[in-house]
């Protein structure tokens, strides 16, 4: 969620958010919160993995110690559960057609009744 230890020491610093070479290729490496959500932000090259600056692995690892892995895990299987009910219910859920789309929209048993007179005159 970025609210972590990592964020708090960036806002207090005020300094810009700095992008770092990759010590091998030399690309600008992705910014990522560690776990989702250690608030530990590490450095990855999409080529050679995770750097670590001073002390991010001790942090990374006492995080991992008081369970965050555990919980960012059980945290990701729900979000995954989720997603899969979604993808599955809207399978199972006919096309919404808008609303004042027209009677040419309408179709079946509804436009058959609507296009034999007019509604409207009965009333």
Not at 31 to 53: A, K, L, M, P, T
């Amino acid at each position: 969620d970025g609210s972590g230890p990592q964020r708090s020491e960036a806002l207090a610093a005020g300094g810009p958010i700095q992008y770092r070479p990759c010590p091998v290729c030399g690309k600008l490496m992705n910014r990522q919160n560690y776990g989702r959500r250690s608030g530990i932000i590490v450095d990855r090259c999409g080529e050679h993995g995770i750097w670590f600056d001073h002390e991010e692995l001790d942090r990374i690892l006492a995080w991992i110690r008081r369970g965050g892995l555990r919980q960012a895990q059980a945290r990701q299987v729900e979000e995954q559960a989720e997603k899969t009910r979604e993808q599955r219910l809207s399978r199972s859920l006919p096309p919404v057609e808008p609303i004042g789309a027209g009677r040419a929209s309408v179709g079946g048993w509804l436009s058959d009744l609507l296009t034999s007179f007019d509604f409207f005159d009965l009333f």
